[in-house]
């Protein structure tokens, strides 16, 4: 067993503490990870407030993690003690089911092993995330982490870039496409420059004026703001694909208008509401909307091999540990340029 120490939410809506435990032994096919940077993605906010209704406590969340490999077990070929290393999502899954074979363990029929909020396939033993000095997982759930580009960066990919590239990818994003970006944090920043990045003609709806250079500096060819009456007009029936990042209640009837025929809205935020939009507003132009969950470990390191390739890293504010507080607070006033990033060094004092 390894001593870890982390910072946990003690219980729903309480701020983060210091919070100390143990990992298991590294099995013969597991790597064990000194965590080097973890980002803070707003589905951890979601789940420490317990947003989502199904949050077990103690939780320490994190789920954008990379590393160094510190030892592996005796079974692993894939990586040695030294090496990078990244954990995304989950940390397991049923590896028999459908979507399982078909490398979309995200979808596991049986349940992914979510990183943290979640349990080991044994069903009990909680799982706690990247918010940590350290991680041990199976060597089938961990990615192969070029060191090519800066580690800070490279850690909110795990999360807040595949589920972006992921849909994009899946719906073949490209040339010959407007496709717009609602919402411009952690997975918008990362949803522009993806779509930029396979040819798309991108615009940013974002409803924060201040981030209109940024978005240009990341790929947008347009801007909206999406309290502006007269552009939104503009582009009623207009986009083929809208990627929807929003992580809060809004109105979506209002964007599934500015879908062109045959137009789909992915979604990937996740606010709690229900989701509401009127038939007639699908129906009157054969409009479609989708989810999307991040992605499979294959097409995760697909995405790790492409950012590398082409040079694509978050852009991030590190902080230390004890920040985690008022980072969530500036997350929910927009205020995030644009993913938080903590330092596990700060943890290691
Ligand atoms: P984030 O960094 O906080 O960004 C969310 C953005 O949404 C904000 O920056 C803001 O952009 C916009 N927004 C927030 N409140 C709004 C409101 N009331 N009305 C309109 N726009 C608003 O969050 P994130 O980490 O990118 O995560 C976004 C959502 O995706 C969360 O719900 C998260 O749980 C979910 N998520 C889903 C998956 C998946 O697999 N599907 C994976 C990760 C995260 P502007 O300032 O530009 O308006
Ligand atoms: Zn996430
Ligand atoms: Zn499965």
Not at 280 to 302: D, F, H
Not at 326 to 349: C, G, H, P, Q, W
Request: hydrophobic content about 40%; overall charge positive; proline content about 4%.
């Amino acid at each position: 067993m390894t001593a870890v120490n982390a910072y946990a939410a003690p219980k729903a809506k309480s701020p983060l503490a210091p919070f100390a435990f143990e990992r298991r032994e590294v099995g013969e096919n597991d790597v064990q990870i000194d965590i080097l940077y973890c980002g803070v993605c707003h589905s951890d906010l979601h789940q420490v407030r317990d947003e989502w209704g199904k949050s077990i406590f103690p939780m320490v969340p994190g789920h954008e993690i990379v590393g160094r490999v510190t030892s592996v077990g005796n079974k692993v070929k894939k990586f040695k003690a030294g090496d990078l290393a990244g954990v995304g999502c989950f940390v397991d899954s049923c590896r028999v089911c459908s979507n399982c074979m078909a490398g979309l363990e995200q979808y596991c029929d049986n349940g992914m092993s979510g990183t943290y909020n979640s349990y080991e396939r044994d069903g009990k033993t909680p799982t706690y995330g990247g918010y940590s000095t350290n991680i041990v997982v199976d060597v089938n759930y961990v990615l192969t982490i070029a060191d090519k580009l800066p580690l800070a960066g490279v850690a909110p990919l795990l999360c807040a870039g595949i589920t972006t590239y992921s849909p994009l990818r899946y719906t073949r994003v490209g040339k010959g496409h407007k496709v717009a970006v609602l919402g411009l944090g952690g997975l918008g920043h990362m949803a522009v420059k993806f779509a930029a990045s396979f040819g798309a003609e991108v615009t940013m709806l974002s409803s924060s004026k201040s981030k209109e250079v940024d978005a240009k500096k990341l790929g947008a060819h347009h801007f909206i703001l999406t309290s502006d009456e007269g552009k939104m007009k503009g582009v009623r029936n207009h986009f083929d694909f809208i990627l929807n990042t929003v992580s809060a209640p809004h109105n979506y009837t209002a964007y599934v208008n500015l879908l062109r025929t045959n137009g789909t809205m992915i979604v990937v935020g996740a606010p709690s509401d229900p989701l509401a939009v009127p038939a007639v507003n699908l129906i009157a132009k054969r409009r479609s909307i989708m989810g999307s969950l991040i992605g499979g470990i294959a097409e995760t390191q697909e995405m790790l091999d492409y950012c590398a390739q082409h040079a694509i890293v978050s852009d991030v504010e590190v902080i230390d540990m004890p920040y985690i507080n008022t980072a969530y607070e500036r997350m929910l006033k927009n205020d995030v340029k644009y993913r938080f990033v903590i330092d596990l060094a700060s943890l290691k004092k």
